[in-house]
């Protein structure tokens, strides 16, 4: 079936650094969003892309479907940035249905 | 950002017993989901419709849940006997037409004791 690695698993980041998610896809996906997850457990959206890049503050993402991968940065991380972070990937074949990563859990520390 | 609304959000049922959560999707929003969080943050996808017809639903949900999405009213997502794995995160979500962003409401923590 449709399926969406994504990575790293976990990650902790100092206040004020970067870093990148990642996902990939083994199957060619018309659209991707990326959510972050609070400790309550809502789901809050950050982007969705159908190709290219869009930023957001201190978010940019980038949906690569020739290559099977999206992208997720993260700059100047803040307490608040803390969370599951999950992509979701929209199949071509799937009546609209999210396929949903493994999230990535992030601490960020001071 | 999410106008999606979910009722309760916290529901406590023993085995056996029936389970109904609801969901109120975003006014304009034709397309409705229903997924699963377990407690180890996996997603499955359970159920959607697109108005009032079910697009695809997995064994499961065609098995041991009821479901719809009436007119005017609610959609519902029903365990009729429910079962200590059925203890999750229920997340209802809707979207535009296909393939268009979808916004998730807050979820029904659902605990079977």
């Known amino acids: 079936g449709d399926q969406v690695e994504q990575s790293p698993s976990a990650l902790s980041l100092h206040e004020g650094t970067g870093s990148a998610l990642r996902c990939n896809f083994t199957?060619?996906?018309?659209?991707v969003q990326w959510f972050q997850q609070n400790s309550r457990g809502s789901l809050i959206n950050l982007f969705y892309?159908?190709?290219g890049t869009k930023e957001n503050g201190r978010l940019k993402s980038t949906f690569n479907s020739k290559e099977s991968y999206s992208t997720l940065h993260i700059r100047d991380a803040q307490l608040e940035d803390s969370g599951t972070y999950f992509c979701?990937?929209?199949?071509?074949?799937?009546?609209?249905?999210?396929?949903f990563g493994q999230g990535t859990s992030l601490s960020v520390v001071p | 950002n999410s106008k999606v609304i979910q009722t309760p959000r916290y529901l406590v049922k023993g085995q056996g017993q029936k389970a109904k959560m609801r969901c109120i999707p975003e006014k304009g929003h034709p397309v409705v989901f229903w997924y699963q969080q377990n407690k180890n943050n996996e997603f499955k996808f359970l159920i959607n419709f697109q108005n009032q017809e079910v697009l695809q639903q997995i064994d499961m949900t065609e098995k041991r849940f009821s479901a719809e999405c009436p007119s005017n009213s609610p959609c519902s997502l029903e365990i009729q006997s429910s079962e200590a794995g059925d203890s999750a995160l229920y997340l209802c979500a809707s979207g535009g037409q296909a393939n268009t962003e979808v916004f998730f409401g807050k979820g029904t923590r659902l605990t079977v004791v």
């Open positions: 892309l159908a190709s």
């Open positions: 979701a990937a929209i199949a071509s074949s799937s009546f609209s249905k999210l396929v």
């Open positions: 199957t060619t996906m018309r659209a």
